[in-house]
DNA sequence: GTCATTGCAAAGGATTTGCAGTTCC
DNA sequence: GGAACTGCAAATCCTTTGCAATGAC
């Protein structure tokens, strides 16, 4: 279903959140989007409609977002935060050329067994597999890459 | 195996890099440590012996390690850098009361089959499953927490 | 009317960069 | 001797905080 202002709308106020144009918007471009923004891409993409929208309450709507449970931050490595509005059990692909990530829908990640060797006191609520490698277009350049004589890298922006 | 210094020295050569005694005192402090630490971490411990230690070489030298393929970069979350010199394949537990994290050796994780639903040309190189929860003593704070008549958070630090 | 939300500016913390001096090979 | 390494300081980047003005309910 496609989610309409209305839906958006009511899902904040079940949420006890207050409904402003700059948070329907920066939500509906989270929800819309498989691509696990930063703050600062969607500062961009919602920007244009929103002129006046400043990228700290990007910051701040997503803050509120993730503890009304709405958006989940999704953090590869340990650089800008990623934040992503599949709240459904998922896990990732990272593609380690262009950073790009992806969602893993298959079932079968969700039923890995506990982990052994853990101590006993120690309780497990949830886990996460990222996966890491490389999509097509990377893998094209990194064989160009390798093949070229210079060894030099393709210009990569 | 204790790790001697003329172990790691013949490994830094082995891997092209000048032996320096803080670069030997950084790894080996790493290598010594399951605690994943940080940057700082690092130079907490080996400063007492290395007054004239500088933050940044370690930074540095954490940078140079990870290059030459001797230290992995463990980043739970987007925050602070964390650092790893167990090279062999293995797994995370990562406690949501203290942030610490432990290794899980589990051999059945690494064996997971290639997820389904990926575009075709993407090439998965390796995976790691990140596993949270809560630690023993985490587990009784959160437990008298919730009980508590006054809501209040125990006194953290 | 009240309180959450917004925008602007400034602060904060982790990491990187520039550069001169030093050390290893 | 030359290149890599170190230390110091400053810069950079992402994110948070303070505060006054605005807007939703």
Redesign the interface.
């Known amino acids: 279903m496609p989610l309409t202002l209305e839906n958006i709308q009511q899902k904040f106020r079940e949420c006890g959140l207050k409904s402003t144009p700059q948070r329907t918007a920066i939500y509906q471009a989270l929800v819309q989007s498989t691509a696990h923004p930063t703050a600062e891409d969607l500062f961009a993409q919602v920007s244009p409609t929103y002129p006046m929208l400043s990228l700290n309450t990007v910051y701040y709507t997503l803050s509120v977002l993730r503890t009304a449970g709405l958006v989940l931050?999704v953090?590869?490595?340990?650089?800008?935060?990623?934040f992503d509005a599949n709240l459904s059990p998922h896990?990732h692909?990272i593609?380690?050329g262009c950073q790009n990530i992806?969602d893993?829908?298959?079932p079968?990640?969700n039923r890995?067994?506990s982990?052994?060797?853990?101590?006993?006191?120690?309780?497990?609520?949830?886990?996460?597999?990222?996966?890491?490698?490389?999509?097509?277009a990377c893998?094209k350049s990194k064989i160009s890459m390798t093949t070229s004589p210079s060894g030099k890298r393709p210009v990569s922006s």
């Open positions: 931050e953090n590869i490595g340990h650089d800008r935060a990623r896990h692909v593609c380690q992806l893993v829908m298959d079968r990640l890995l067994a982990p052994s060797g853990l101590p006993d006191d120690f309780e497990i609520s949830s886990y996460q597999v990222a996966f890491r490698g490389y999509c097509g893998r």
